[in-house]
């Protein structure tokens, strides 16, 4: 009842419709949800994104939750969690994807880190927001302190594959968190060309992990 009135004074509303939210219904209208563009990666372990770090061997999964389609409902969701403050659902994503990832076998969970001034500036992780949110519901800990982001890079938005990859060298530094024949699951919130999350899983096999599954809420076609 108390949070039907804070409703009713404060109403929510769908991030993607933006109409009213009723009790029970966070950041989408239920409508919207069901409208979501999931992968079904967890269906398919050969699939799209996986391809793009088969080379890897101690890499055995890769998948992602959404598709990502320039101005679609997924790009909007991804805004909201980075650019404005939506801290909260980069949690309830992760809540949403967990199920998709409870086949899997790993003991830590490690989020893709920020720069420490980046993070500093929008307040929060978003990659670790989802972490805890698939942590919560898989009773699987989230490890954030073994990978630090040590250089700062711009934005990867506008470079190409060749580019991004190149800008991402040298990034990640481990840290003395021993990680020997631990399975982890890598979280980030998006993967375009897979710079980012490669060069972090290098960070992670020089640490000597038994095997990665990386997870991500959103991906291209």
């Given at each position: 009842m108390i949070k039907d009135f804070i409703s009713l004074i404060f109403p929510q509303n769908c991030i993607n419709c933006s109409q009213s939210l009723i009790s029970e219904e966070n950041f989408l209208c239920t409508t919207c949800k069901?409208?979501?563009?999931?992968?079904?990666?967890?269906?398919?372990?050969?699939?799209?994104?996986?391809?793009?770090?088969?080379?890897?061997?101690?890499i055995q999964s890769a998948q992602a939750f959404l598709y990502f389609n320039k101005g679609g409902i997924t790009q909007k969701l991804l805004h909201q969690l980075k650019y404005k403050c939506k801290?909260?659902?980069g949690d309830k994503l992760g809540e949403w994807f967990?199920?998709?990832?409870?086949?899997?076998?790993?003991?830590?969970?490690?989020p893709?880190?920020?720069?420490?001034?980046?993070?500093?500036?929008?307040?929060?992780?978003?990659?670790?927001?989802?972490?805890?949110g698939i942590s919560r519901e898989l009773e699987i800990p989230?490890?954030?302190?073994?990978?630090?982001?040590?250089?700062?890079?711009?934005?990867?938005?506008?470079?190409?594959?060749?580019?991004?990859?190149?800008?991402m060298e040298n990034v990640y530094e481990s840290s003395k968190v021993d990680l020997s024949d631990l399975s982890v699951l890598v979280v980030d919130d998006v993967i375009?060309?897979?710079?980012?999350?490669?060069?972090l899983?290098?960070?992670?096999?020089?640490?000597?992990?038994h095997?990665?599954?990386?997870?991500?809420?959103?991906?291209?076609k």
């Open positions: 069901l409208d979501l563009p999931y992968t079904q990666d967890n269906l398919h372990s050969e699939n799209h994104l996986f391809q793009k770090f088969a080379f890897e061997k101690k801290k909260e659902l967990a199920p998709e990832l409870s086949h899997l076998s790993f003991d830590i969970i490690i893709v880190p920020l720069h420490k001034s980046k993070q500093k500036r929008r307040g929060y992780n978003q990659s670790e927001s989802i972490a805890i989230v490890e954030n302190s073994c990978i630090e982001r040590r250089v700062f890079t711009q934005t990867q938005t506008r470079k190409s594959k060749v580019q991004r990859w190149s800008n375009t060309t897979g710079a980012t999350v490669g060069m899983c290098d960070r992670l096999i020089e640490a000597n992990v095997n990665i599954h990386i997870a991500t809420i959103a991906r291209g």
